[in-house]
């Protein structure tokens, strides 16, 4: 008694000292510890891919999901070679760069080439045609950190057209600055882009130390000159798929609450925050959301394939379900603090995104009126039907500090933070799946 009348006193004087508090419920923790650690890096298209769906599937059966299934599909893909670039003028330095997706490829024995210096984007859109030939092109940018993310989708800009529009003016190689915000000696790496009729040259992204340095002997009037290696290949029609299971409802003649991430991860890491933390969340949510019996809506997870190469999982799951679904959720920011959710509904259900709102409102989650974006993994289904969305935001202030790097492990989850994840996407699925309404179209 009196050690409970210690803890008592504690929690009163000290309200914010249960925060600390190790989480119940393991559930999402020990999903991510086992996918990162039992399989690890999960490139699309290869058979540490193909091992991750088998884990995926054995994990959703021993946590009572019902109906599990891997479903293939085939994708597009990058297979990784060589990556190593160094400058050779004014000093000799190893640099640290990361392939893009669908790099071209340089011999063996690489390539060695002036380099030409593009502040941004548009500096390089502006250079004349065939200006480039037979240099390496390193293209800058000023990517800053945001709570929400968005400026990853400009700036991002840089690695998905940039390579493009380099070839086009002759270039021989690109080198970007990284799409991060990061001062790791990481390289961020992510695909690229070629429009048909582009010939793919070879492509890196570059650590923003590493970009730094680059730009400070730029300023001083230094030429430089870089070696570069990479040994990479595009191959077609790889095997890739998706996982799905379900937890029944009460109703099965109601159409399902469809809730997503993608099981793939670039092989720099161990896609612990991308997308093993959604992929956990939604799982973990939706036992939460059952944890008192069956809601009245079945609740299906979908663990997509090949998602970081051009969403393959996602298209292919629209495609072999066309069965009407209710609504769609899907869960690819990270593990941290959910802090805004933003809805699409038919203005029908109205009341229904009401009750949203308030059951997150006991977890300081505002609501939000900007654009639902749902995510490339439920994208399709979305489309082709349709259907309600909920984006639950994440704070992303440091998601582009890891994202796409070697520093994507385990040890970057905080787990009070993925405990707010799970605990606000079972609030949701509480509502939305026991609505005995319609949930309508939202277009």
Not at 134 to 148: C, N, P, S, Y
Request: proline letters at 6%.
């Amino acid at each position: 008694m009196a050690t409970f009348r210690k803890l008592a006193l504690l929690a009163a004087l000290f309200p914010g000292a249960a925060m600390a508090a190790p989480p119940a419920d393991d559930t999402a923790w020990d999903f991510i510890a086992g996918l990162t650690s039992e399989v690890g890096q999960r490139l699309a298209g290869s058979e540490a891919e193909a091992r991750g769906r088998a884990w995926a599937a054995d994990k959703l059966k021993a946590m009572g999901f019902r109906n599990v299934a891997i479903e293939p599909a085939t994708t597009r893909a990058y297979v990784r070679g060589t990556d190593a670039a160094r400058l050779t003028v004014p000093v000799p330095q190893r640099l640290a760069v990361s392939a893009l997706g669908f790099s071209g490829t340089t011999p063996d024995a690489g390539i060695e080439a002036e380099v030409v210096y593009f502040a941004s984007l548009d500096a390089l859109q502006a250079a004349p045609a065939g200006s480039l030939t037979g240099k390496i092109v390193f293209l800058d940018h000023a990517m800053r950190a945001a709570q929400d993310g968005s400026g990853y989708g400009p700036y991002g800009q840089a690695r998905r057209a940039g390579p493009a529009v380099a070839s086009t003016k002759g270039a021989a190689a690109i080198v970007i600055r990284s799409i991060g915000t990061d001062s790791h000696r990481n390289p961020h790496t992510g695909v690229t882009n070629w429009p048909a009729g582009v010939t793919p040259i070879p492509a890196a992204a570059m650590s923003n130390p590493d970009a730094d340095m680059l730009v400070r002997l730029i300023g001083k009037g230094k030429a430089l000159r870089m070696a570069l290696t990479l040994t990479g290949r595009t191959a077609e029609s790889l095997p890739t798929g998706n996982v799905i299971g379900d937890l029944p409802g009460r109703n099965p003649a109601l159409p399902p609450i469809l809730v997503g991430c993608h099981l793939d991860s670039w092989d720099l890491g161990t896609g612990a925050l991308d997308d093993g933390a959604g992929c956990a969340i939604v799982t973990a949510a939706a036992l939460k959301a059952q944890s008192a019996g069956p809601t009245l809506r079945t609740i299906r997870v979908l663990l997509a394939g090949a998602e970081e190469i051009g969403a393959a999982g996602g298209a292919a799951y629209a495609k072999a379900h066309p069965e009407r679904h209710a609504l769609a959720m899907e869960s690819d920011s990270g593990s941290d603090r959910i802090w805004r959710v933003e809805m699409k509904f038919a203005p029908s259900n109205a009341a229904l995104a009401d009750k949203v709102a308030a059951s997150l409102a006991p977890l300081g989650i505002v609501r939000g009126k900007g654009e639902v974006e749902g995510g490339a993994d439920v994208g399709p289904v979305i489309k082709a039907q349709k259907l309600a969305v909920i984006d639950l935001t994440q704070d992303m202030t440091h998601y582009f500090d890891i994202h796409h790097t070697p520093d994507d492990t385990l040890d970057k989850i905080d787990r009070a933070a993925l405990t707010q994840n799970v605990d606000a996407w079972a609030a949701v699925l509480g509502v939305v799946a026991n609505a005995a309404e319609e949930i309508a179209p939202a277009d």
